[in-house]
């Protein structure tokens, strides 16, 4: 009872919530709704009719028994058409309901921290996505419309009461005791499919991984692992969904004994009360016809109750994006029009997970400087660039931007005046003209032209059939490595922000082009604020400073004369170059 009662109050708010995708299709909504409480109606009058044909034909009166097939015949008409028209405005107000809760999930899904993602599998918010908002909806309106039909049905017990109340009580008894067994079968098919999902999403977050990477996958000769791995994972998935169709079926089994056995009741009842004078023959006939809709009715139960449960699974899933359940990124912060492009990092302490990755870090970065940042593989470097765009929070110690801490700049604001070109950027499946604009819907084409000409990439795009039309696949594959990066160049400078971060941009390019596009961002304007990390420390020995990063700590800072004289970090790292 309690578990009965903590479900509906599960409903209750998640039907609550839903009613934000339905509302913008209220007009859908309402028809439907309409339609269904007609066809609820139809319902109710047609087994009316038939148990008149029944008396009509007991009675010997053929003329009104043709009367009423007749009427029988025209509502059934008005039934299907209705019918037509329900099924019509329910695809439609699904898909566009849908469409209205996959955006909001969208939105949503792009406000929670990177961290958070990155603990998690993208299966689990694909899955979300696309398959949990598609069941809210369906089930939102599954559940008004079985609703509808169980109150429309419901009115069979009054006409079975008003007749017999022996049969009534029969009915009810027999009613309580399969609902009782269905119920208990439903709890545990919600509680099973609910891992059953869970599961679902890793082998989503497999399936997406395998796909991309599916030419290191041949190039590795990796098929027979991964598919032992995928395999694994099937296996998982098939042992849960056969345990759920083993307690079903028994579950199944044991209420059509059950109501086998209430068929046998029924039958010596009526006889019984036949033979009693309790009941009239034709009365037991009627009693018959309803028999069917009240077994209907407790199916329409079964079918409501399985729908809440659904429901609530698929609701509590989508709901959990979009309400607190992930860290989200918060947009508090100040606007502010114009970053000037000082930088300061004070005492910045930072661990991805248990282990700090970078100790205490300080330094001050005037506006319009050009700074490199030098150090191994794994010193912290990105993880710098990272912090300063926000994309972690800090654990100890605050950055300030031109004096402001970052944490009271809101995400727009900082993210608009700070570009990051990260070491591996991300080029999407749209025309290169969309690429390019990506972080600037409003830029001109002179504006798109003289960035790719500062990325040198102009050329390359002119070569193409349909130019800056052309669509360069998934990721870009369709690019080469170089020309991804000078791309994500020229769409970084596009966002014309006054901090400009390059994260190995250039490491793809061969020495001729990388000396262009490094002229070029040496050339930008002497306002803005660059910060380069390159590994070939070549490429970052005009930088005005160099930032010499080990193992988390900030080991110098100077120019690279400077550096050169005094640092034996850098002496190593930029000897081994020379080399
Ligand atoms: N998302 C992450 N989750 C957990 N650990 C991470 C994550 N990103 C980086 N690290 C770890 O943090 C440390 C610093 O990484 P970072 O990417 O800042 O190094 P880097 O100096 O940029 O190296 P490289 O020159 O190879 O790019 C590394 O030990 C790395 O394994
Ligand atoms: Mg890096």
Not at 314 to 326: C, K
Not at 489 to 511: G, H, M, V, Y
């Amino acid at each position: 009872m309690k578990k009965i009662k903590n479900n509906f109050k599960e409903l209750k708010t998640n039907l609550k919530m839903s009613w934000c995708f339905v509302r913008e299709e209220k007009l859908y909504f309402i028809i439907l709704v309409i339609l269904s409480l007609m066809l609820a109606g139809l319902s109710f009058i047609i087994p009316m009719l038939s148990a008149q044909l029944l008396l009509k034909l007991t009675d010997g009166l053929l003329k009104d028994l043709m009367l009423v097939a007749i009427i029988i015949f025209f509502i059934e008409i008005l039934r299907n058409v209705i019918l037509y028209f329900f099924r019509k405005i329910f695809e439609l107000y699904s898909i566009k309901a849908t469409t209205n809760a996959q955006i909001k999930m969208f939105e949503e899904t792009l406000k929670i921290k990177t961290a958070v993602i990155e603990d998690n599998t993208t299966g689990m918010f694909i899955d979300r996505i696309n398959n949990d908002t598609e069941d809210i909806i369906n089930t939102f309106s599954n559940l008004c419309s079985v609703f509808i039909n169980m109150i429309s049905n419901a009115g069979v017990f009054l006409a079975v009461f008003v007749i017999n109340k022996y049969m009534f009580i029969y009915f009810v008894l027999s009613f309580i005791i399969i609902a009782v067994i269905e119920n208990k079968r439903n709890n545990i098919y919600y509680e099973r499919t609910k891992k059953l999902r869970l599961i679902d999403e890793k082998k989503t977050g497999l399936i997406s991984e395998i796909v991309r990477g599916l030419q290191d996958i041949k190039l590795l000769n990796a098929q027979s692992g991964i598919l032992k791995r995928t395999r694994r994972q099937l296996k998982d998935i098939n042992d849960e969904r056969i345990g759920i169709v083993k307690v079903t079926s028994n579950f199944q089994f044991i209420s059509g004994s059950v109501s086998d056995l209430f068929d046998v009741i029924f039958y010596a009842l009526g006889c019984l009360l036949v033979y009693l004078n309790s009941l009239t023959i034709a009365n037991f006939v009627i009693i018959y016809t309803y028999k069917s809709r009240i077994e209907n009715l407790l199916s329409f139960y079964n079918s409501f109750s399985m729908h809440v449960r659904n429901f609530n699974l698929s609701a509590t899933r989508v709901f959990e994006v979009i309400g607190n359940t992930f860290d989200k990124e918060s947009d508090k912060g100040k606007n502010i029009n114009r970053i000037n492009g000082k930088i300061e990092f004070k005492d910045v302490s930072f661990a991805y997970s248990k282990d700090n990755v970078l100790n205490n870090i300080s330094f001050t970065i005037n506006k319009g400087e050009r700074i490199g940042f030098v150090g191994s593989s794994g010193s912290g470097k990105s993880t710098i660039f990272k912090l300063l765009t926000k994309l972690y929070s800090l654990n100890e110690g605050k950055i300030l931007i031109d004096g402001e801490d970052i944490n009271n700049i809101s995400n727009k604001t900082l993210r608009k005046n700070i570009s990051l070109i990260s070491q591996s950027p991300y080029i999407f499946n749209f025309s290169i003209l969309d690429n390019l604009k990506i972080g600037n819907l409003d830029a001109s084409n002179d504006e798109v032209k003289e960035a790719c000409k500062k990325a040198d990439i102009y050329d390359v795009i002119m070569d193409l059939d349909d130019k800056f039309n052309t669509f360069v696949g998934e990721g870009g594959v369709m690019l080469s490595g170089g020309e991804k990066q000078r791309l994500a160049i020229a769409r970084t400078l596009l966002k014309k922000s006054n901090i400009i971060l390059f994260d190995e941009a250039t490491s793809a390019l061969d020495n001729v082009t990388q000396d262009k596009v490094q002229k070029a961002i040496y050339g930008l304007d002497k306002d803005k604020t660059i910060l380069i990390i390159a590994h070939r420390l070549s490429t970052i020995n005009k930088c005005d400073r160099i930032v010499v990063v080990d193992d988390g700590n900030i080991v110098d800072i100077g120019t690279h004369k400077e550096l050169y004289k005094r640092c034996s970090k850098y002496r190593e790292l930029y000897d081994c170059e020379i080399v």
